[in-house]
């Protein structure tokens, strides 16, 4: 399962970055909505709708109340927009760069492991230990456990959610910022290319020509500490919002999450001079 992580190699971003202090919010994403009219990729299609949580009948599952709007629990305008697919986080970095006439674009896997790890060599920004991510991100724990008892894999500890958290509410890491581990997938520019490490330049990768999947990277709400480790690399079909809906890679479906549904969001990625969350400095100075 690690093999797509292999060889190990080094990569190095040449200039210094903005990216999102926050994964993009729900009251952010409404705003897009509401400027553009925008039709998300769950609204569109044969078969539209998304995954959801439906307290009734206390399943999960896919329908087509189901959308970024609606995932059948609890969010505020402050948790980050989730059920959003990689096609309608380009299209809200295409409406945020006109309206600010400055460039938002969505990181590359690159930049955004760089970001994530913010020098740390260890699986996660908090250390080796998966129960460390309590203190740094939202994952299945035991909050999730307590309310849903038949999850397969859980923390010992409490992160005080058992769905989505409100952004912000961990502790970040040394470049300050938050929720790269856990809470909601973060889509990546890039095509997902199993080889890709093979033969990825040393600057400023940007992933394969073509692909069937665009990079998904830190894990989920809902997810193991596999799936959220700093190196840990995923996808999903561009027109999906979550990674379940048939869109995860091939015998990774079943294994993605402990048993609820993984939801995705984004981080924004500007260059110089955007107002755009947290500015990351490159090597050890400028
Ligand atoms: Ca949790």
Redesign the pocket.
């Known amino acids: 399962m690690f093999e797509d992580e292999h060889p190990q190699h080094r990569v190095r971003i040449t200039k210094p970055f903005y990216l999102g202090t926050y994964h993009v919010t729900r009251g952010q994403f409404r705003q897009f909505v509401a400027d553009t009219a925008y039709k998300t990729d769950a609204g569109k299609g044969e078969n539209p709708g998304a995954y959801g949580w439906d307290p009734d009948k206390k399943v999960f599952g896919f329908n087509a109340k189901y959308s970024w709007r609606n995932v059948g629990f609890e969010q505020t305008d402050e948790h980050p927009a989730v059920n959003v697919s990689w096609n309608d986080a380009v299209e809200f970095c295409k409406w945020l760069s006109k309206k600010d006439r400055k460039t938002y674009r969505l990181p590359t896997e690159a930049e955004w492991e760089y970001a994530c790890r913010a020098w740390t060599t260890t699986r996660y920004y908090s250390g080796d230990d998966p129960e460390t991510l ?1 203190k740094a991100g ?4 035991a ?2 456990k307590a309310k849903f008892p038949g999850w397969t894999w859980t ?1 010992k500890a ?6 989505t ?1 409100p952004v912000g509410k961990f502790k970040p890491n040394a470049f300050g910022l938050y929720d790269m581990h ?1 809470n909601a997938w973060q889509w990546c520019a890039d095509w997902y290319g199993a080889e890709y490490y093979a033969k990825s330049p040393i600057d400023d990768p940007i992933g394969p020509d073509s692909g069937d999947f665009r990079v998904l990277r830190g894990g989920s ?2 997810g193991w500490p596999f799936f959220t480790r700093s190196a840990d690399r995923s996808g999903a079909r561009r027109s999906t919002g979550s990674t379940l809906r048939g869109s995860a890679f091939p015998g990774l479906s079943n294994t993605m999450a402990s048993g609820g549904v993984s939801l995705c969001g984004f981080t924004l990625f500007g260059s110089s001079g955007s107002r755009c969350g947290t500015r990351i400095i490159v090597g050890w100075d400028e």
């Not at 409490?158 to 769905?163: E, T, V």
């Open positions: 309590a939202n994952v299945a724990d909050a999730a923390l409490n992160d005080g959610y058992a769905f958290a856990g709400w809902d």
